[in-house]
């Protein structure tokens, strides 16, 4: 995997893919031609940016494509429609097909010192309602909601303060502008074409009516009052939800709109008539109309692929279905495509050592408990069970595909050795047990280990079931409850979570360039360390600062890494950060690459056959690039 090398001390442009072809004419949608011939809306010729990114789906490798269409797919709670936000991944900047970093809703940007980024947006480029999208749309966010204390009360995201001090940005027109810090900051533009991003910008000309500066007085009490909100803030606090996607009202940049209001049973996208991409023979993309996004219970997801009721589906799905879905191909019209999983683990434990109960956080803050927990499961058992034998028994580390990969530290406390993980139990004080054989605490409590599960992943529950077999033979219990994703991670996030079971992390194919978050306490989402995590992000307003050597030390690292200029030198840090990670077992890993499988509709065009199924970097199907996916008649 490869990634651009921005951080050198002269100028680094990065530079989208050629402009407009010679004789490049765009094409108006047959979708839209109604709603334009009644003048409604502006012609495409107007629509467009006067520079839009023009993609070469030949030197991709794709076929270009017709409009048309719409697909169908299947989520398993409302809240999922973010989920749009992800695939459609529009973005300042992207991966692209080779991970590399490339400008996409930005023509370019300008990279000095590795702390000054000038950003060039594409002129008469415009949000999904028509309105120009300009240098004040970030203007706005930086000055009027990352600064204000009433709408961010812990100040800006720290991804924009480096060594204390905020960037400073300077507008020069509507579509230039720059940010620095006095030092550099190599986390940012790999943070703006993340899964999830930190918006940088909001559409400014919708959210001022919510905004005390800008809003009418009068008409802004009156919404306050219509919303039910204690204040202004909170009105636009809930108003301004660009990764929630949940407000047909708000403005995007995304392939499609959502038109949908908050429910719990569908959601409709159209396609956004000002998006910026089009194919070299003068069509908009995206090339499909829209989406038609179903709410089901995860268990019914694979059967309704089989009758036919998805026309593109990952999400949800797990090796274990792969039989059923096989069998379902000829009646559901859809073809299984056998990707991988991106992560480190497939599934991961987390001894959480910000738990609040003293006993148990102790023991989780010892090594050699985490590691006889380890050495205590049987991988082998869950890979056969689970996976037909085609994952592998690893611990968490850096998959093949990454330059850091290393079989020692996949081999890391990852062989069954119950003897073993007895005898280092017993060294920790743990060798007495109850009538049941589960060993006893100092205090007399029995080692009994609740792990949490936001219980969408049969995988998940099936494996637990081997490892808790396997524990029984080192003495320890456990116990599995499966409750809702934000309950576990809220739980977490106040150490009321003993152990979390996730997947591994998200990047298992780092190279130097990427930031090594999910090896460091930065960070409230890693279940190993949530509390620490808090404190990184607010800078102190929150959590607690790191503990232990060993965090302190992955802290440390992790700010070398911020530091570094050179490539050499990050790779250094990652290869540190990583032995101490292999060493110390923060998070137990069962399996890796497990196999993913993908049902995709016979008549969708350009969807892969081999791909990674990834959050970060990746964004699941975003680096696949949705818009470019068509339905042949």
């Known amino acids: 995997m490869k990634r651009l090398h921005m951080w050198a001390a002269c100028l680094a442009l990065l530079t989208a893919m050629a402009g407009p072809a ?26 467009a940016p006067s520079e839009p990114l023009v993609v070469d789906l030949a030197a991709k490798g794709r076929e270009a494509g017709v409009q048309g269409g719409v697909l169908r797919t299947i989520f398993t709670r409302a809240k999922d429609i973010r989920y749009m936000v992800v695939y459609g991944y529009a973005r300042l900047v992207g991966y692209d097909a080779d991970y590399e970093l490339v400008p996409d809703i930005l023509r ?39 600064n204000n204390p009433l709408l961010a009360p812990s100040g800006p995201p720290e991804l924009m303060v480096v060594d204390g001090v905020p960037a400073t940005l300077t507008v020069v027109d509507e579509t230039t502008m720059t940010w620095e810090w006095p030092a550099p900051n190599p986390r940012f533009l790999p943070a703006l074409a993340q899964a999830r991003p930190p918006f940088i910008y909001r559409p400014a000309h919708y959210m001022k009516a919510f905004h005390e500066t800008y809003a009418d007085t009068d008409a802004l009490a009156a919404q306050i009052r219509e919303a039910r909100a204690r204040n202004w803030a909170q009105l636009h606090n809930k108003t301004d939800q660009m990764y929630k996607f949940d407000n047909p009202a708000l403005p995007t940049l995304q392939p499609w709109m959502n038109t949908s ?72 019209g859809y ?107 100092p205090d007399g409590r029995r080692l009994e280990i609740v792990v949490e599960s936001a219980g969408e992943r049969g995988a998940e529950s099936d494996a637990l079931e081997l490892v808790a077999e396997a524990w029984r033979d080192i003495g320890v219990r456990l116990i599995y409850r499966p409750v809702d994703r934000d309950i576990l991670r809220n739980a977490a996030y106040r150490g009321e979570a003993m152990m979390p079971v996730w997947f591994g992390w998200n990047n298992g194919i780092p190279t130097a360039d990427a930031p090594p978050r999910e090896l460091a306490p930065v960070d409230q989402a890693n279940f190993s360390w949530p509390m620490w995590g808090q404190h990184f992000q607010t800078q102190g307003a929150a959590g607690q600062p790191p503990e232990t050597a060993e965090a302190q030390r992955l802290l440390a690292l992790f700010n070398d890494w911020n530091a570094a200029t050179e490539t050499a030198d990050r790779a ?62």
Do not use: C
């Not at 194919?279 to 059967?303: E, F, M, R, T, W």
């Open 22 to 47: 010679l004789g490049f004419s765009p094409k108006e949608s047959t979708a839209l031609s109604g709603v334009v011939a009644a003048g409604n809306l502006p012609p495409v010729a107007e629509r």
């Open 108 to 146: 370019a940007v300008e990279v000095e010192e590795g702390r000054r980024f000038t950003m060039h947006l594409r002129e008469g480029h415009k949000w999904s309602d028509g309105a120009p999208f300009t240098t004040e749309d970030f203007r706005y966010w930086w000055e009027d909601v990352a």
């Open 261 to 332: 209001d908050k429910n719990g049973q569908r959601y409709v996208l159209a396609r956004n008539p000002y998006y910026h991409r089009f194919d070299q023979n003068g069509v908009q993309l995206p090339y499909i109309d829209g989406v038609d996004v179903a709410i089901a219970a995860g268990g019914l997801v694979a059967s309704k692929v089989t009758l036919g009721e998805s026309d593109l589906q990952v999400r949800s799905l797990g090796f274990s279905d792969a039989p059923v879905l096989k069998k379902g191909e000829k009646t559901g």
């Open 335 to 441: 073809d299984v495509r056998v990707w991988s999983n991106g992560a480190a683990a497939e599934i991961a434990l987390y001894p959480n050592l910000n738990y609040t109960d003293p006993g148990f956080r102790a023991l989780f803050r010892e090594a050699d408990f985490r590691r006889a927990l380890s050495l205590g499961i049987d991988r082998k058992a869950i890979n056969k069970s689970l996976y037909y034998g085609l994952a592998k028994e690893r611990a968490m580390a850096p998959l093949e595909q990454s330059p850091f990969f290393n079989q020692d530290w996949a081999d890391a406390w990852a062989a069954h050795d119950p003897d073993r993980a007895n005898d280092m139990l017993d060294a920790l004080g743990l060798d007495k047990r109850d009538g049941d054989g589960v060993r006893l605490l």
């Open 572 to 633: 250094a840090v990652w290869r540190k950060m990583l032995a101490i990670h292999a060493d110390q077992v923060f998070g137990i890993g069962l399996v890796s690459g497990a196999p993913q499988p993908a049902a995709v509709s016979k008549r969708l065009r350009n969807v892969p056959a081999k791909a990674i199924w990834a959050w970060d970097p990746g964004a699941h199907l975003g680096v696949h690039r949705m818009d470019e996916f068509w339905f042949a008649e």
